[in-house]
């Protein structure tokens, strides 16, 4: 797997002894309970991980979303990464991006029925949540990008490692990329491989499970992205003739995508560039760094290359890119009528997803504010509601994609 191949610079080992010793002795203090971690009476599920850049946390977060809000009050609470504001901000539809950072913005407008927070301090944020008229009967906290926070004990502890860069090839930091030891892993109840190959062999799947090495306790799955139709992000953008993302069979030369200008903010977006090379006839890609915040200049920049391309030419750029580039100011013409973005969603593997799903709902219902859902024999059908599960029949797939259902804007999908 790539994961094998994950640069490590040994020369600076040392340092990074001397950064592990710091991480061991604040995770001895907690678990020593010389810092103390607290609990909730309220359900609360974390989703993180332990290495810098992106793992594909913010689609986990929407699937849960996606399973819960139907059935329970559900808040999401992040630490809201680059936002302009401080201490803690409830968001609410009309919540300005700045105000409370791109991913929150994101799950915000997909769900506008579930309340988003951000605060650094998540202690604080939940003791907020839980005194406000909007959110104190709320019956289940998503934290987003909480796998460090340790002041919080959560009652699920998901933790992601991107298949490409497997937390056991790793190292820690500044050799590699871990902001922990890999025995850190031993906190998670279930860790998720992310970013997996949709056809992974089965001896893949021992290899990973082998590499991992996890308790009896521990539950392991592996998801995989599954990309949606591309959606136009301004209003004046031209109809498109476009393949199955998720079937390459698909591809015509009638479907097949002219040239494509690829716009990226993420921390690995060397997946997607490899995986858009079947579905086009070829790609120019301009890569920022992770939740780059646009200028004026990027925008100059972004018109200029999109001028030089040759014609006809679409660029394409992610959700979390089009949270930012939808505010730009000074797009040209032809930037507005050809930009796009391309939506996903997490699938699980090995038909688990059921399996999943029962256990973030059995958690949940094991709390008495939560009853009601516990109690409910046929709840209403939707598109984000899950058939009652069968213990006897885990493991053989719902037809659940985990999608909300609305698009990136609040749109009815």
């Not at 977060?61 to 139907?70: F, Q």
């Not at 796998?147 to 820690?172: A, C, E, F, M, S």
């Not at 859902?373 to 213990?391: F, G, I, R």
């Amino acid at each position: 797997m790539e994961g094998d191949h994950i640069a490590i610079n040994r020369w600076l080992t040392p340092l990074s002894c001397i950064y592990g010793f710091g991480v061991w002795v604040r995770n001895l203090l907690f678990d020593t309970e010389v810092l103390k971690s607290r609990k909730y009476d309220v359900p609360v599920i974390s989703v993180g991980n332990i290495t810098v850049g992106g793992a594909g946390k913010t689609p986990h977060v929407e699937y849960l979303a996606s399973l819960l809000h139907n059935r329970v009050k559900t808040v999401v609470l992040s630490r809201g990464y680059k936002r302009k504001s401080k201490g803690f901000v409830l968001g609410k539809y009309s919540t300005p991006i700045s105000e409370i950072g791109d991913e929150p913005y994101q799950i915000q407008k997909k769900f506008p029925d579930i309340h988003v927070a951000v605060d650094a301090d998540r202690c604080h944020g939940i003791d907020t949540l839980l005194t406000l008229p909007e959110t104190k009967d709320m019956g289940v906290v998503l934290l987003d990008d909480a796998y460090q926070h340790r002041y919080v004990k959560p009652g699920i502890n998901i933790l992601l490692t991107d298949y490409y860069r497997i937390i056991t090839d790793d190292k820690l930091l500044p050799a590699g990329r871990l902001r922990e030891p890999v025995s850190a892993k031993d906190r998670a109840d279930i860790v998720i491989v992310t970013k997996c190959p949709a056809d992974m062999n089965p001896m893949a799947y021992r290899v990973l499970q082998r590499s991992m090495n996890l308790y009896p306790f521990q539950h392991l799955f592996y998801t995989t992205i599954k990309y949606r139709p591309l959606a136009p992000l301004f209003i004046e953008a031209r109809p498109l003739v476009q393949p199955d993302f998720n079937d390459k069979s698909s591809v015509t030369r009638a479907n097949m995508l002219p040239h494509v200008l690829l716009i990226t903010g993420i921390a690995s977006p060397r997946h997607l560039m490899e995986y858009l090379k079947d579905y086009c006839q070829s790609i120019t890609h301009i890569s920022f760094p992770d939740h780059h915040e646009f200028t004026p200049s990027d925008t100059e920049s972004i018109n200029f290359a999109y001028k030089m391309q040759k014609k006809p030419c679409i660029i394409i750029t992610t959700e979390k890119d089009a949270m930012r580039m939808m505010e730009l100011k000074g797009l040209s013409k032809g930037v507005r009528e050809n930009l796009y973005y391309l939506p996903i969603e997490v699938h699980f593997l090995q038909g688990e997803e059921e399996k999943f799903n029962q256990i973030i709902l059995d958690y949940v219902r094991k709390y008495k504010a939560n009853d009601r859902m516990a109690q409910a024999t046929n709840p209403v059908a939707s598109p984000n509601s899950l058939p009652p599960t069968d213990s006897n029949n885990l493991g053989h797939g719902t037809g659940y994609s985990g999608r909300s259902d609305r698009d990136l804007f609040g749109n009815p999908l």
